[in-house]
């Protein structure tokens, strides 16, 4: 096996005294503990079956060949290519989650103390870890109260001479309405990082999400609509000529283009947009890489199968006009439906969504609000901001959060269950409507 130009950590090929990249592989007793993991199960026709699979693969081990390398090899760049073919980009940068992938856009950007960044007031606390951490200035614009995603309108009142980044969420994989966002950040030199966690395959006016903001990352966590063995992020850029430093920064900033003086590489700072910076490691596994090129295979027919189980649930909720179903989009919006969205209009339902989630819980159905807003957390709080003061500049978060919306589980449900979840309710909603 060749050198690989993003990792040191090489096979050094056909020579009397080698040197393996993988100091200790596995063997053929720890295969079958893994083949265990993912393919659990109880009684004893699973027994006779895992005793059976035991046999062959001792057989296999006898013949077999341990893999070169295990991180940043050939399954981590076609897991990349699969993902260039996909979104129709060239940047595809595997690292070990979405947060990481933000990381390197946020660094590019050169932030830094006093410097503000525009978030949604309702996303994932991981999308302002680096800002926080760095103690530039969080600015929470309000969220647009039918699909809780950032709201333009807000943002463009909120951007100061201080704003350098914007990152829209598109939460639930609905789409942001992004053409108004990035119209803004081009007049004002503000740089857009799409937080497209959820929105891996998500179409916007015709474009893939996550290939339309200056960057953009993905995640592939184990909750998400395809995953790469339980973590991983693909990160893209749309920044003219980053691509390939983007790769450096995964690893970093390892640099073989101009070693120093007897040794194999140099460690080169990576470019941003006004001074370099350096980078961090956010290295991904060969068999993260397999399982992700496996499951981009089959993500168009993911998402159908969630839109299908999301038009089941409209069909039977538009039975009481006090439930807004989820939005399943257009022809130029297309959502991932990695949620489903549940509003309803506390006025004519008799009473706001906190009653409504104890009694869908008591009826056992998981429902769960993605996500709190922002600026309650401590760690916010404690780092100087006034979550009142905030909340008064973010009036449709308060509302929507506190008596409009929660998420519901789409995928791995049978019809059965989608129709008792969706009963359930009608009739939570009924009794709050009779008062009950």
């Given amino acids: 096996m060749g050198k690989q130009t993003t990792d040191f950590r090489y096979n050094t090929g056909a020579t009397k005294v080698p040197w393996a990249a993988v100091g200790e592989n596995y063997n053929t007793a720890d295969l079958m503990e893994i083949i265990k993991f993912l393919m659990q199960g109880e009684g004893e026709e699973y027994d006779n079956a895992i005793n059976a699979v035991w046999e062959q693969v001792k057989k296999l081990g006898e013949i077999a060949t341990a893999p070169g390398k295990l991180s940043l090899a050939s399954q981590v760049e076609a897991a990349e290519e ?5 979104l129709g980009t060239t940047t595809s940068t595997f690292v070990t989650n979405a947060t990481s992938g933000f990381e390197i856009a946020y660094k590019y ?11 949604p007031a309702i996303t994932f606390v991981a999308t302002m870890a680096y800002p926080l951490a760095v103690g530039a200035k969080l ?26 980044m914007i990152v829209p969420v598109h939460i639930g994989g609905y789409p942001v309405d992004l053409d108004p966002i990035m119209e803004l950040a081009r007049k004002n030199d503000i740089i857009v990082l799409e937080d497209a966690a959820h929105a891996f395959g998500a179409m916007y006016n015709g474009r893939k999400v996550g290939t339309i903001g200056d960057f953009a990352a993905f995640s592939f966590h184990e909750v998400k609509n395809i995953t790469s063995f339980g973590e991983g992020g693909i990160a893209t850029t749309n920044v003219e000529g980053f691509g390939p430093e983007m790769k450096r920064a995964r690893f970093l900033g390892m640099d073989f283009s101009q070693p120093i003086k007897n040794w194999l590489y140099n460690i080169t700072p990576i470019p941003g947009k006004e001074k370099p910076f350096v980078a961090a490691n956010y290295s991904t596994t060969e068999i993260q890489g397999l399982g992700l090129k496996l499951q981009i295979a ?11 189980a999301a038009e089941r649930l409209n069909n039977r909720l538009a039975a009481n006009d006090a439930i807004i179903c989820q939005d399943l989009g257009n022809d130029k919006i297309k959502p991932t439906f990695h949620l489903y969205l549940l509003q309803i209009d506390p006025a004519k339902a008799g009473g706001d969504v906190q009653t ?3 009694k869908l819980e008591e009826k056992g159905v998981t429902n769960i609000p993605h996500f709190g807003p922002l600026y309650r957390f401590k760690v916010v709080s404690d780092m100087g901001y006034d979550a009142d003061e905030i909340a008064k500049t973010c009036p449709v978060c308060e509302e929507v959060f506190n008596k409009r919306f929660t998420h519901l589980p789409l995928y791995g449900l049978s019809d059965e269950q989608l129709d008792y979840m969706a009963d359930a309710i009608l009739e939570s909603v009924a009794e709050m409507q009779a008062g009950k």
């Fill in 109 to 119: 950007a050169n932030l830094k103390e006093g410097d503000e960044v525009i978030v």
């Fill in 139 to 164: 600015v929470f614009a309000d969220v647009d109260p039918l699909t809780i995603n950032m709201d333009p309108k807000d943002v463009a009142k909120k951007i100061t001479p201080k704003t350098k």
């Fill in 82 to 86: 699969a993902c260039n073919d996909y």
């Fill in 298 to 308: 089959r993500n168009e027919e993911i998402i159908a199968t969630r839109r299908k």
């Fill in 356 to 358: 409504l989630k104890k």
